[in-house]
């Protein structure tokens, strides 16, 4: 609550001071909720709004690929190989099958958003709902449970992949689905830790008392309380998805021609770096944008959902007040 | 101690033990199994039958599980299908090649990222500090194979400074100079990945010891800053640092793989990946399990130092490292 009271506190001065006069104040709104004040602050901070414009700018084109540009991104064009940037309608020229590049990095976007969101939503789902059952019950299932994420977590996650998508075949669900599967270890081991300190809590004891399922504790009373660090997790999830899928892209054991993904270009790239070295930059530009623009948003949650976090920002302010009042020799 | 270093080794074992029950499970779900995998499209059943026989890929596959785990125990990786090698022929001599790489990589970015860290500590929001941070923002966001390839043609095709890819040039074999000059590349990239995470450890566990009680008590006692940073402050920050590098070393040995596939380096990662291809399974069971066994080995090891260096971990908490 005290909180919530230090939020509202510089709105009633602002109000005041627009209206000097002693009219009585506006009869309170209801308090902003602790969603609210989260959106509040992830709105002040310059890095993840810059994040946030520059992934929806991605989205958008990707989604829009299809009116953006004319060309199919597959269709092979031998008379208009390499063209140079710029020449007719092709924006940033064509690949050696005279492709459209510009084209097939906005539908190679699809794909990329496409694997990092479902991923980080899949293995958020799996993670929670492990660490939940993991940290709710404890005991011999929580030792399972445990073990398990050791095991997953000593086979380095990129052979895993590796090994699943050459065993099973490289469609873009298999790879989604993989790619979920060996990381929501991390997104487990938190909730767990977030369950196991919550389930002492007395409110969880008072919905117990009231005759509340076990269901309804874990999945209505525990994982809202839970939800700030999950949705963080989920968040800079997505970006490490993204990598996966490109890196794995870019083996050859990923997305398939003549489907396009960000990783697969960049290893087209390689091999024609002598005749077009630029075909090269553009791809992995869009991932470093794309992965920035999420990490910074993650980021930018975690500063806004966490308390301690207003202390940080008014220590700095503290110092340069001090400076400027040592300079005006107060 | 004793008790948490016996129950902490079966726990190990027990791990390893279920890792090679996923490696051996995961090829043998493979729709048909190992057996169509390594068999020609056009061979005729009776050939594939007696082929299965050979490689005792007939029996029922716990069997096979059996022998498979007591020949990796008693050292026998097996065989490739396809030349029918010794797996440990093909394999070692790669293993070899990644840690040239990786231990270089790792020993410069250490030698970089912890006095990096150490000093920014001491300078919250100064310029190398906001340095810092940005390189690790992009050393998070960029795929490694991709800075590879931007250096490739930066410094190898259009300045022609430094070899394009390989570990030593065609004539020069075993040239330890040459090794090195071939290692600049491949290094830069694994250098930038480790830095971005390294010289954040550092700089965030020096910040938390600094803010310790005893460091203000040094302070007021008039002990010297550098005194204060270097003996009070570092020893104790140097704790976790190790602890985080040592739960690393999944990364160590199987984070080089991209780089290595950009830069053509003959190392264990890229020899997977090729394995993967050609689906040589014994290959890579043999690579998941060494993987492995190094990973739990480099944890147990850190968990057991940790216990060792720093006293105030209580001594047999349950679950080890919790979240």
Known sequence: ?330 | MTEYFIRRLLQSILVLFLISLVAFGLIHAAPGGPTQMMMAPGVSPETAKIQAHNLGLDKPVPTQYVIWLTNMLKGDLGHTFKNNLPVGEVLWPTVGNTIKLMAFAWFIALLIAIPWGIYNSTKVYGISDQTANFVSYIGFAMPAFWFGIILQELFSLKLDWLPLSDMYDMDKQGNFGNLLYHLILPCSVLVLGFLASYSKYARSSMLEVLEQDYIRTARAKGVPERKVIFRHALRNALIPIITIIGLDLPILVGGATLTESVFNWPGMGRLFVEMARSREYSVLMAITLITAVVVVAGNFIADILYKIVDPRVKLGSKGGKSA
């Not at chain 1, 609550?1 to 001071?17: C, G, K, L, R, Y």
């Not at chain 1, 009219?23 to 909720?33: M, Q, T, V």
């Not at chain 1, 990095?105 to 980080?120: D, E, K, Y």
Request: charged share 15%; glycine share 8%.
């Open chain 1, 1 to 330: 609550m005290s909180d919530m009271n230090i939020e509202t506190a510089p709105n009633v001065q602002a109000s005041e001071h627009t209206e000097p006069a002693i009219a009585p104040l506006p009869p309170s709104k209801k308090p902003p909720g602790p969603w609210m004040t989260v959106v509040k602050k992830f709105f002040r901070n310059p890095y993840a709004v810059t994040g946030l414009i520059v992934l929806l700018f991605f989205v958008v084109i990707s989604v829009l690929a299809n009116v953006i540009t004319p060309y199919d991104p597959a269709k092979i064009d031998l008379m208009n190989a390499n063209l140079k940037p710029g020449t007719g309608d092709h924006l940033l020229g064509t690949d050696e099958l005279g492709r459209d590049i510009f084209s097939r990095l906005l539908h190679s976007g699809q794909i990329s958003l496409t694997v990092g969101f479902s991923v980080a939503a899949i293995s958020v789902i799996i993670g929670t709902l492990v660490g939940a059952i993991s940290g709710f019950f404890g005991g011999w299932i929580d030792t399972i449970f445990m073990r398990l994420i050791d095991v997953m977590n000593s086979i380095p996650t990129l052979f895993l992949n590796i090994l699943v998508m050459a065993i099973f075949g490289t469609k873009i669900h298999y790879m989604i689905m993989i790619l979920a599967f060996t990381s929501w270890m991390g997104v487990a081991r938190l909730v767990r830790g977030t369950y196991l300190q919550l389930r002492e809590m007395q409110y969880v004891e008072a919905a117990r008392a009231i005759g509340v399922s076990r269901t309804g504790i874990i999945f209505r009373h525990l994982l809202r309380n839970a939800s700030f660090p999950i949705i963080v997790n989920a968040t800079l999830m997505v970006g490490g998805a993204i990598l996966s899928e490109s890196g794995l892209s870019y083996l050859g054991l990923g997305i398939q021609a003549p489907a396009t993904s960000w990783g697969l270009m960049l290893s087209n790239s390689q091999e024609f770096m002598l005749i077009d070295p630029l075909q090269a930059i553009y791809p992995g530009v869009c991932i470093l944008a794309v992965v920035l623009a999420v990490n910074f948003i993650g980021d930018g949650i975690r500063d806004a959902m966490d308390p301690r976090q207003k202390k940080k920002i008014s220590r700095r302010r503290l110092d340069k007040w001090r400076k400027n009042y040592s300079k005006s020799g107060i």
